[in-house]
């Protein structure tokens, strides 16, 4: 009797072993994959990656002027474009942003909410984050029409886009983003209503560096012709620091107008160079 209690005490006790392996293991290889991006920008669109709970991010964003000739150094001396920006971690799913930016002194509040993330199990086979803003232009009132048809809200515009990015294998990251920009008034020729396709993605080659690439098309037509952006370049990355540098066919850096009014089309070879600083703490 004796034998038989012990032998089902064992048999109970490696079972119980047993189920807490393939658990831990299950639960291990369910757990989310390494951040599919380093930061919440790739070159000037947002990621799906999220800051964490409690943690502030610092962005530095600069775009130099238009790539010419050599007595500007290719732009350097030229006008510049600079967004600064603070984000912050209100969960690790959720974060809020504000910025401000040198051309048409834009102010821009953003959040980003992270809906779903890849796992290493594969149940969950991609990142989905919806991201949002509301920009405000701050230059006179003369921009915005005759004075007395001035309204606060033509100031106005604003972003929709739902990101899905998927990791593949340890180096490569690609990231899809239908955008919907609203702008309250526009100039003549232009639409209220715009719409983009995005597509980003991010390559490791040596250890924290990776080569990066944005490319937004428009989807709504215009009677100005409104071009897509691209870029392409490189980022350098630490534990708290990141740094981009790149080219690309737009002085914007807010999305909203890169959206509905570039204009320089990068097949005529319109490129400026650029830099964004990324800091974590």
Known sequence: MKRNIYLI???????????????????EEDK????LFETLTLIDNQTTVNPDKGQFVLEIQHRFAQIEEISDIYGIYGSANTRLGMTYGITDKLMVGFGTTRTYKLQDLEWKYAILTQTKSGRIPVSLSYHGNAVLDARDDKYFGPAEDYKFAYR??????????????????LQFAPTFVYYNAVPEGYNNANASLYFGGRFQVLGFSSIIFEYDQPVIAAEQEVYPNMALGVEIGTSTHSFRVFACNYDNIVRNPSVAFNSNNPFDGNFRFGFNISIRF
Request: net charge positive.
């Open 9 to 27: 005490t064992l048999v109970c006790l490696a079972t119980l072993l047993f189920s807490y392996n393939a658990f831990s293991q299950d639960e």
């Open 32 to 35: 989310p994959v390494r951040a």
């Open 156 to 173: 106005m515009s604003y972003l929709n886009q739902l990101m899905v990015a998927r990791r593949f294998g340890n180096k490569i990251s």
